[in-house]
């Protein structure tokens, strides 16, 4: 069973920084899709940032040049490097993994989420 475990998230003024971490169990190789995304109030869920087995990484248009997502497969740890931080970041922040699927990572369809955590910037 595959378990994802964010770490606390948490309040800053704008243009600060803070580092979310994921902290994956149960995961038997390295072939996983992972990916982080959000939710502020009254927003639908968007995905900020993704990685892929090869290492490959996309960023929403909102975030690029500000956040980055990296990995640490050895510790299985997935991170969610956030500077420049605005108040229209504040939301729950998930992380989320997934096998992939014909050799294509579909992170419409993730199967594995962790329970969130809050960020809250404000200005």
């Known amino acids: 069973q595959v378990r994802l475990a964010e770490s606390a998230g948490g309040s800053v003024q704008a243009g600060g920084s803070l580092r979310l971490s994921c902290t994956a169990s149960?995961?038997?190789?390295?072939?996983?899709?992972m990916a982080w995304f959000r939710q502020g109030p009254g927003k639908e869920r968007e995905m900020v940032a993704s990685?892929?087995?090869?290492?490959?990484?996309t960023y929403a248009d909102s975030v690029k040049g500000r956040f980055t997502i990296s990995e640490d497969n050895a510790k299985n740890t997935l991170y969610l490097q956030m500077n420049s931080l605005e108040p229209e970041d504040t939301a729950m922040y998930y992380c989320?993994?997934?096998?992939?699927?014909?050799?294509?990572?579909?992170?419409?369809?993730?199967?594995?989420w962790g329970q969130g955590t809050q960020v809250t910037v404000s200005s």
């Open positions: 149960g995961i038997t190789n390295k072939r996983y899709c």
């Open positions: 990685i892929d087995p090869t290492g490959t990484t």
């Open positions: 989320a993994a997934d096998h992939q699927y014909g050799g294509r990572c579909y992170y419409r369809t993730l199967a594995y």
